[in-house]
């Protein structure tokens, strides 16, 4: 039994508990509650966890100062999603408790839980029980029961463990969401899965096996110097690789081209992304897609280096967008674009780096998406400390972010700029349609794994049988309830441009006073993507 854990001890103890998390990252991502793809829970807490590590492997573990430095630090700047920064917030209660000691014993370890669910809470302005909160506290409760009993860091860990597992089962009583689709919270669970990991060292007990559950795709792409920089990655190929591989060698140059196990990746310089998109779209399902112009990428570059000779405008912006065409339309306002969104959320270092990386005295930053929003605070809460003034407008959808986004003048002052992009932003409404992920019975509606859905401002309210069906659908609820003047609607690689045409020859005809603008390059997974204002 452990009496107390050195620095070095602890150090290596969430090391372990990082490995430990990463056997389950499936299983945490696929208890995501609703039908649309934002599966992503264990990916970012363990993009948070890993942060950690990284820092640990800096710090000097002899000494529990600089070790809690990395616990809090290191979570913090790798914090992806809200799962992702309220873990870190936390860790950073539990870091804190732990900082000024010399060794973890197992009092300590009860009022660093403590502390750390304290944090949690504080972290959060309106608190929801029945998320990754609710099981912090049962942790913290479960060791606190103990009282000054405890004799060893195991059996703190047993105590909490057990009131922690208690209170995740207890989750879906708490969450209607929860109960509808038959899952306990994401959170809570990964939450769990780190505690277990900090336990499993101190037995000292071998890293499980992985839990048999449907592999979720990722991919990482490298990026160039110029030139259209196309790449895809498409799952469900049934055609050989060199087929493909042939079809496309005629749109550029720089050509790759590869695949295993029905999954195809490519990669090309092109003059035509959205054609070339489109004719690989028909032999699978598009997973990821990024269109880069480099030319554009080499000036943000250019002036991330401080290369512009003249002063700054008064104010820059940061936006949080995915989509290729929706990255050239936020550029096109004079953004600098953070990738990241629904699926795919970005670490607040991430986007403190961008806010960091401009010049200018002031900066906004627009997230764009709800999961976005506390990385983004954090974010520039973190940039005011280090001198430069950044203010969010809390954009919830890409839609209110483009609305937003076309008010912005680098000119203009910060307390000009940002009443006119909060009212902006409320007006705008984002309309989304994209295929459910999984059986689900929401918002009165049941919906079929793989039936196309229709969101408005992320609440679902349509589901049909073809994409078409789902954004007229959209466009009709919303016209009903509000006039709007324009449309600006974005299409997916997979849209066949027949059925793009039908659809627009019927929305014009259906909303004669609709302005329709469309563009190619919607978010990956989304067949497509409409911002009305």
């Not at 703190?156 to 038959?182: H, I």
């Not at 005629?250 to 490519?266: F, I, M, P, R, T």
């Not at 408005?456 to 609820?477: F, Q």
Request: with cysteine; net charge negative.
């Amino acid at each position: 039994m452990a009496e107390s854990l050195t620095p070095g001890a602890v150090a290596e103890a969430f090391r372990y508990a990082t490995d430990w998390f990463a056997i389950y990252v499936e299983e945490t991502n696929a208890l995501n509650v609703y039908p649309v793809p934002d599966g992503d829970t264990g990916t970012n807490m363990h993009l948070t966890l890993q942060s950690v590590r990284r820092e640990l492997d800096l710090a000097d573990t002899s000494r529990m100062s600089e070790v809690a430095r990395a616990i809090s630090y290191g979570s913090l700047l790798g914090a992806r999603g809200n799962s992702g920064v309220i873990t870190s917030q936390i860790l950073k209660g539990f870091a804190e408790a732990i900082k000024n000691e010399p060794t973890l014993t197992p009092p300590l370890l009860v009022r660093a839980l403590e502390q750390g669910q304290q944090a949690g809470y504080k972290a959060v302005m309106k608190p929801v029980e029945g998320t990754i909160l609710t099981v912090i506290r049962g942790l913290a409760e479960g060791a606190r029961a103990l009282g000054k009993g405890a004799s060893s860091i195991e059996e703190v860990l047993e105590a909490a463990l057990s009131a922690g597992r208690r209170a995740l089962e207890g989750t879906p009583e708490l969450l209607p969401v929860l109960k509808q689709a038959g899952v306990v919270d994401a959170g809570g669970a990964g939450l769990i899965r780190l505690v277990e990991g900090l336990q499993g060292y101190v037995l000292g007990l071998p890293l499980p096996e992985p839990p048999k559950i449907e592999k979720y795709a990722q991919t990482a792409f490298e990026q160039e110097d110029f030139g259209y920089c196309t790449e895809f990655l498409m799952e469900g190929v049934v055609e050989p690789v060199e087929k493909i591989r042939e079809m496309v060698s005629s749109y550029g140059d720089s050509l790759l081209v590869v695949g295993a196990e029905g999954y195809v990746k490519g990669h090309i310089h092109t003059n035509d992304p959205d054609g070339l998109l489109a004719l690989v779209a028909r032999y699978g399902k598009m997973v990821r897609t990024k269109v880069e112009d480099m030319s554009q990428q080499h000036t943000e570059i250019l002036s991330m280096a401080g290369a512009a000779d003249e002063a700054p405008p008064p104010t820059g912006l940061v936006v949080v967008a995915t989509g290729w065409g929706l990255v050239k339309a936020f550029r096109g306002f004079g953004a600098r674009v953070v990738a990241g969104g629904q699926t795919a959320n970005p670490s607040v270092q991430d986007i403190l780096e961008a806010i960091k990386s401009l010049p200018n005295p002031n900066v906004i930053v627009l997230p764009n998406n709800s999961n976005v929003i506390m990385s983004a605070n954090q974010a520039a809460e973190l940039a005011r400390a280090q001198g430069k003034n950044a203010v969010v407008v809390p954009t919830r959808t890409l839609g209110a972010g483009l609305a937003a986004a076309v008010v912005y003048q680098a000119e203009a002052e910060l307390t000009e700029l940002i009443p006119e992009m909060e009212e902006a932003a409320a007006r705008a409404v984002t309309l989304e349609v994209t295929r459910a992920s999984r059986d689900a019975s929401l918002e009165g509606l049941d919906v079929k794994e793989g039936k196309p859905i229709g969101l408005k401002n992320d609440k679902l309210v349509v589901v049909a049988d073809t994409p078409e069906e789902a954004l007229i659908n959209l466009v009709r609820l919303s016209v009903a309830e509000n006039e709007y003047e324009i449309m600006t609607l974005f299409h997916g690689a997979a849209v066949e441009r027949e059925k793009l045409d039908e659809l627009l020859s019927f929305l014009k005809a259906q909303f004669e006073d609709l302005s329709i603008e469309v563009l190619p390059g919607s978010p990956d997974l989304y067949d497509y993507l409409a911002a009305i204002e």
